[in-house]
């Protein structure tokens, strides 16, 4: 350990540490524009330039690459040093007078203008280096590089041609302190984005991610299909990150084996592809979306914040859709889903809300508002100036850069065509795909309309055909929150009367 | 007439009166026809005035409704029941009337003399299927005696050639498929021609029988009962030929190209992608899609006897509206796979002076250009 003075204060450090290292040890800042945590340092832009004393001398060095292997003692604001970081940034605004970065510093540290001559208003890129050296050093492609020489040198390919060896991951893009580097200059692959499949596909997750806020446990789960470390062998930036060590890349999945005498079946529900109804154009126009898009996007706690926006603008006319799938025999659902006619009253509720001069519509074949006070929000929800229009729609087509969803109001006995800039599906819920691969495992059976079977629809709903495993929820028919709730707690409280027997009989199926 | 047998016999109960049927009807948009209103009607009114209705000539049987009915319900079927009642009882336009006499008469509704049905293949030789085939090729009505859609037959044989089919049509024998006469309402004559080509057909003793019409595609193999013949519409044998290699293309189409989905073979039999396939193939041409393509195609108009009445609907045809859409995306040719569109379009192109922008023309006449 090593002693070290910063701007008079002490500390001991390991030997090799970097100047930069132990004054953020000490939370003194130094001022960088090239430096990245993740990355050697480079030493390029030497605005981390200070004045270290030692043996009765004093030198400028930059503290980004300095190893600390004899005691020593640091200025990081003296004199020599203020005037030669005001040089630099004056040099700086001369290369990139517009570039946001460079003025935040320059404004940092006083400077305003400069003596310079300015090589072009629209220059963004001042050579740091973070983006060859992020292509490297953590992404292994190598795929840009410094060329050139002198006044001449450029951040470019080989040749100024598409790189092959880049594989479109953005990082240049993303460690670019300025915007200067854009990946269309680099390759004309496509960037495939990373898409959050609780967000439905609105957001983007990063390869390392947590699925959503209310996730148990709630850490982090690497994406192994995508993960640089895991395809390339590259990168492995959030173990060095992670404080707690909590990384282990070679983490396996762990089978565990479990005696139990009881088991709540709770596997839920899946929605159906739009696409089986192609009349809405799900999937071709971007303007129409399912409910639990819709749920994503009006989320306050969503990847928009609950803004509703479609195209960039708030929609003016937004039509609701209820039955996508439901009730036909033709898509596999002869069934009424049972949720969908209250959430779409609550989305057009929320889009009330969010939007005051929106016009909303909703066109329904039914309304089934069974539960308790479901009437009187429906009730309500028309209060809020949202029209129920009986007929379901048979066509959605476009019209400029509106779309047009085709009905006959059946109230009218005649066809309407209604403007829309944002429609909602209330698709259908159906079983999960592994249902039948579930029911095998545990030998039990299911209904007709692919759900597990209750062993009798109304005496005992929670129960299967084998003593001891339950039902709850949507995996035993579609329904809502209070009932899934009111099943839950049917299921749970049927296991301890199991879990209280000394000896019994297991009937099967 | 008394409402309640036709019900029972179409089952109309299931209907929960949504009103997707007329919510998608092409023509409900124009005309006084409502078929979920119809429908309704039977259900709850014990005699419905038939003659009344005029507008029920309106129907193009592009079975839109049949289609998107989640209840089974099928309610084009009842626009024919009652198209039935109304031909029973003498009261058709004139019009469709003289179309179905032809049928009767001389086997197609032009009325022409059946010794003529093989004009169009202008003295080239044509092996007469009766001799043993094991491709039968049923020319249709339509491709056999109007000057516009012969070009068309034409063109499938010279395909048929330079693929080396063995195929044959029945020439004179050949009489109307009869799809357009069951959805006239004509029953009676429907079942003659059903059992009379029938019976040729099956004589014949060829494996596969390939159409030039959708229209004659969507009858023999949806009503005709043709076990053990694999019943084809040209665009899935033509697909079918270039993608085993079969047919080679010299020349080429250098045009934007945009293709119009008939009713009777997307909408009604689900064929989509062959027709794309073979335009695809075609060497230089740009396919470009209308927004209403596919099971959203705006019907032409031309089915359901729309090619011989005007019904009671005097406003803008649905063709001209659709060529309209077909100019918007700058396409040069508007490409069909159906006699009655090619008509039903090139006419909306010319009365709409669209004629220098764009030109309607059937897939195999494209091929043509390009073998």
Same mark, same amino acid.
């Given at each position: 350990?090593?002693?070290?003075?910063?701007?008079?204060?002490?500390?001991?450090?390991?030997?090799?540490?970097? !100047?930069?290292?132990?004054?953020?040890?000490?939370?003194? @800042?130094?001022?960088?524009?090239?430096? @990245?945590?993740?990355?050697?340092?480079?030493?390029?832009?030497?605005?981390?330039?200070?004045?270290?004393?030692?043996?009765?001398?004093?030198?400028?060095?930059?503290?980004?690459?300095?190893?600390?292997?004899?005691?020593?003692?640091?200025?990081?604001?003296?004199?020599?040093?203020?005037?030669?970081?005001?040089?630099?940034?004056?040099?700086?605004?001369?290369?990139?007078?517009?570039?946001?970065?460079?003025?935040? !510093?320059?404004?940092?540290?006083?400077?305003?203008?400069?003596?310079?001559?300015?090589?072009?208003?629209?220059?963004?890129?001042?050579? =740091?280096?973070?983006?060859?050296?992020?292509?490297?050093?953590? !992404?292994?492609?190598?795929?840009?590089?410094?060329?050139?020489?002198?006044?001449?040198?450029?951040?470019?390919?080989?040749?100024?041609?598409?790189?092959?060896? =880049?594989?479109?991951?953005?990082?240049?893009?993303?460690?670019?302190?300025?915007?200067?580097?854009?990946?269309?200059?680099?390759?004309?692959?496509?960037?495939?984005?990373?898409?959050?499949?609780?967000?439905?596909?609105?957001?983007?997750?990063?390869?390392?991610?947590?699925?959503?806020?209310?996730?148990?446990?709630?850490?982090?789960?690497?994406?192994?299909?995508?993960?640089?470390?895991?395809?390339?062998?590259?990168?492995?930036?959030?173990?060095?990150?992670?404080?707690?060590?909590?990384?282990?890349?070679?983490?396996?999945?762990?089978?565990?084996?479990?005696?139990?005498?009881?088991?709540?079946?709770?596997?839920?529900?899946?929605?159906?592809?739009?696409?089986?109804?192609?009349?809405?154009?799900?999937? /071709?126009?971007?303007?129409?979306?399912?409910?639990?898009?819709?749920?994503?996007?009006?989320?306050?706690?969503?990847?928009?914040?609950?803004?509703?926006?479609?195209?960039?603008?708030?929609?003016?006319?937004?039509?609701?859709?209820? =039955?996508?799938?439901?009730?036909?025999?033709?898509?596999?659902?002869?069934?009424?889903?049972? #949720?969908? =006619?209250?959430?779409?009253?609550?989305?057009?509720?929320?889009?009330?809300?969010?939007?005051?001069?929106?016009?909303?519509?909703?066109?329904?074949?039914?309304?089934?508002? #069974?539960?308790?006070?479901?009437? +009187? #929000?429906?009730?309500?929800?028309?209060?809020?100036?949202?029209?129920?229009?009986?007929?379901?729609?048979?066509?959605?087509?476009?019209?400029?850069?509106?779309?047009?969803?085709?009905? +006959?109001?059946?109230?009218?006995?005649?066809?309407?065509?209604?403007?829309?800039?944002?429609? /909602?599906?209330?698709?259908?819920?159906?079983?999960?795909?592994?249902?039948?691969?579930?029911? +095998?495992?545990?030998?039990?059976?299911?209904?007709?309309?692919?759900?597990?079977?209750?062993? @009798?629809?109304?005496?005992?709903?929670?129960?299967?055909?084998?003593?001891?495993?339950?039902?709850?929820?949507?995996?035993?028919?579609?329904?809502?929150?209070?009932?899934?709730?009111?099943?839950?707690?049917?299921?749970?409280?049927?296991?301890?009367?199991?879990?209280?027997?000394?000896?019994?009989?297991?009937?099967?199926? | 007439?008394?409402?309640?047998?036709?019900?029972?016999?179409?089952?109309?109960?299931?209907?929960?009166?949504?009103?997707?049927?007329?919510?998608?009807?092409?023509?409900?948009?124009?005309?006084?026809?409502?078929?979920?209103?119809?429908?309704?009607?039977?259900?709850?009114?014990?005699?419905?005035?038939?003659?009344?209705?005029?507008?029920?000539?309106?129907?193009?049987?592009?079975?839109?409704?049949?289609?998107? *009915?989640?209840?089974?319900?099928?309610?084009?079927?009842?626009?024919?029941?009652?198209?039935?009642?109304?031909?029973?009882?003498?009261?058709?336009?004139?019009?469709?009337?003289?179309?179905?006499?032809?049928?009767?008469?001389?086997?197609?509704?032009?009325?022409?003399?059946?010794?003529?049905?093989?004009?169009?293949?202008?003295?080239?030789?044509?092996?007469?299927?009766?001799?043993?085939?094991?491709?039968?090729?049923?020319?249709?009505?339509?491709?056999?005696?109007?000057?516009?859609?012969?070009?068309?037959?034409?063109?499938?044989?010279?395909?048929?050639?330079?693929?080396?089919?063995?195929?044959?049509?029945?020439?004179?024998?050949?009489?109307?498929?009869?799809?357009?006469?069951?959805?006239?309402?004509?029953?009676?004559?429907?079942?003659?021609?059903?059992?009379?080509?029938?019976?040729?057909?099956?004589?014949?003793?060829?494996?596969?029988?390939?159409?030039?019409?959708?229209? *004659?595609?969507?009858?023999?193999?949806?009503?005709?009962?043709?076990?053990?013949?694999?019943?084809?519409?040209?665009?899935?044998?033509?697909?079918?030929?270039?993608?085993?290699?079969?047919?080679?293309?010299?020349?080429?189409?250098?045009?934007?190209?945009?293709?119009?989905?008939? *009713?009777?073979?997307?909408?009604?039999?689900?064929?989509?992608?062959?027709?794309?396939?073979?335009?695809?193939?075609?060497?230089?041409?740009?396919?470009?899609?209308?927004?209403?393509?596919?099971?959203?195609?705006?019907?032409?108009?031309?089915?359901?006897?729309?090619?011989?009445?005007?019904?009671?609907?005097?406003?803008?045809?649905?063709?001209?509206?659709?060529?309209?859409?077909?100019?918007?995306?700058?396409? $040069?040719?508007?490409?069909?796979?159906?006699?009655? *569109?090619?008509?039903?379009?090139?006419?909306?192109?010319?009365?709409?002076?669209?004629?220098?922008?764009?030109?309607?023309?059937?897939?195999? $006449?494209?091929?043509?250009?390009?073998?």
């Amino acid at each position: 350990m090593i002693p070290v003075t910063i701007d008079g204060q002490s500390i001991e450090v390991e030997e090799e540490t970097t !100047i930069l290292e132990a004054a953020q040890q000490l939370g003194i @800042h130094i001022p960088t524009l090239c430096h @990245h945590p993740a990355l050697e340092p480079y030493g390029a832009c030497r605005l981390c330039t200070v004045e270290i004393f030692y043996d009765g001398r004093s030198r400028l060095v930059t503290a980004c690459n300095y190893p600390i292997r004899w005691e020593l003692e640091v200025q990081t604001a003296s004199d020599k040093v203020m005037k030669g970081r005001r040089l630099l940034a004056e040099l700086l605004l001369a290369r990139c007078p517009n570039a946001p970065a460079v003025r935040e !510093i320059a404004a940092s540290l006083g400077v305003t203008e400069t003596r310079f001559e300015m090589s072009s208003e629209d220059e963004l890129c001042y050579l =740091c280096g973070l983006c060859v050296r992020i292509c490297e050093e953590l !992404i292994g492609q190598s795929a840009i590089s410094f060329v050139s020489r002198g006044v001449d040198r450029q951040v470019g390919t080989p040749f100024f041609e598409f790189s092959d060896a =880049c594989i479109a991951c953005g990082a240049c893009e993303f460690i670019c302190p300025t915007g200067a580097i854009k990946l269309p200059d680099i390759t004309d692959k496509e960037p495939r984005p990373m898409l959050s499949e609780f967000d439905m596909g609105i957001a983007k997750r990063g390869n390392i991610y947590i699925p959503f806020p209310q996730a148990v446990p709630k850490i982090p789960v690497i994406d192994r299909e995508n993960c640089l470390h895991y395809t390339l062998g590259r990168c492995g930036t959030c173990e060095y990150f992670c404080e707690a060590n909590a990384i282990d890349y070679d983490q396996e999945d762990e089978f565990i084996d479990l005696d139990v005498d009881a088991v709540v079946v709770a596997t839920g529900y899946d929605l159906m592809d739009p696409r089986i109804k192609p009349e809405f154009g799900y999937g /071709v126009y971007p303007e129409v979306m399912t409910g639990i898009e819709f749920e994503r996007l009006s989320s306050a706690s969503g990847p928009t914040m609950g803004k509703v926006s479609v195209n960039d603008k708030a929609p003016k006319d937004v039509v609701f859709i209820k =039955c996508v799938g439901s009730r036909d025999p033709h898509t596999g659902v002869p069934y009424c889903s049972r #949720f969908c =006619c209250m959430y779409t009253a609550k989305h057009a509720h929320l889009v009330r809300d969010r939007i005051p001069d929106a016009n909303i519509t909703i066109f329904y074949m039914d309304v089934r508002a #069974f539960g308790k006070g479901y009437e +009187e #929000f429906y009730d309500r929800v028309k209060h809020e100036r949202v029209t129920y229009r009986r007929g379901e729609p048979s066509e959605i087509y476009r019209r400029g850069n509106r779309l047009v969803v085709l009905a +006959e109001d059946t109230m009218l006995g005649r066809p309407v065509e209604v403007e829309a800039d944002l429609v /909602v599906l209330a698709t259908a819920a159906v079983p999960r795909a592994d249902v039948k691969e579930m029911a +095998e495992k545990l030998e039990i059976e299911l209904s007709p309309d692919g759900f597990f079977q209750e062993e @009798h629809p109304k005496l005992r709903p929670v129960d299967t055909q084998v003593d001891g495993i339950f039902l709850a929820g949507c995996c035993q028919g579609p329904k809502d929150i209070p009932d899934t709730v009111a099943q839950a707690k049917a299921a749970a409280s049927s296991t301890l009367r199991v879990l209280a027997q000394r000896e019994r009989v297991i009937r099967g199926a | 007439m008394k409402t309640r047998q036709m019900t029972e016999q179409l089952e109309l109960f299931g209907c929960i009166q949504c009103g997707k049927c007329t919510g998608g009807c092409p023509v409900a948009r124009k005309t006084a026809l409502n078929i979920r209103s119809l429908i309704y009607h039977m259900l709850v009114e014990p005699e419905l005035a038939v003659n009344a209705h005029e507008e029920l000539w309106d129907c193009t049987c592009c079975f839109t409704c049949v289609e998107r *009915c989640p209840k089974d319900v099928r309610p084009a079927e009842l626009i024919i029941g009652l198209r039935g009642e109304l031909v029973e009882s003498g009261r058709i336009p004139e019009t469709i009337g003289a179309a179905l006499m032809g049928i009767f008469r001389q086997g197609n509704p032009t009325g022409m003399a059946r010794e003529d049905r093989s004009a169009w293949t202008n003295g080239t030789e044509v092996k007469a299927a009766q001799q043993g085939c094991e491709l039968l090729y049923f020319v249709c009505c339509t491709a056999s005696y109007d000057l516009r859609i012969q070009p068309v037959a034409r063109a499938l044989v010279k395909t048929f050639r330079a693929a080396d089919l063995d195929f044959g049509t029945l020439g004179t024998e050949e009489s109307c498929c009869g799809n357009e006469v069951r959805r006239m309402g004509e029953m009676g004559l429907f079942e003659m021609l059903v059992e009379e080509n029938g019976e040729l057909i099956r004589s014949v003793g060829a494996s596969r029988l390939v159409t030039t019409s959708p229209h *004659c595609f969507n009858t023999f193999k949806n009503e005709y009962g043709l076990d053990g013949i694999e019943v084809l519409h040209y665009t899935q044998l033509v697909a079918e030929l270039i993608e085993d290699g079969r047919l080679n293309f010299s020349g080429g189409v250098d045009n934007k190209v945009t293709y119009h989905d008939p *009713c009777f073979l997307g909408k009604q039999n689900h064929i989509f992608d062959e027709p794309r396939a073979i335009l695809q193939a075609i060497p230089g041409v740009e396919l470009v899609e209308m927004d209403r393509s596919r099971e959203r195609s705006l019907c032409c108009e031309g089915g359901g006897g729309r090619m011989w009445a005007e019904g009671t609907n005097l406003e803008e045809r649905l063709a001209f509206q659709r060529v309209r859409e077909a100019a918007e995306t700058g396409a $040069e040719i508007l490409a069909v796979a159906c006699p009655f *569109c090619l008509l039903t379009l090139e006419d909306a192109v010319k009365v709409q002076g669209l004629d220098e922008q764009l030109r309607v023309m059937d897939i195999m $006449e494209l091929v043509d250009l390009a073998l």
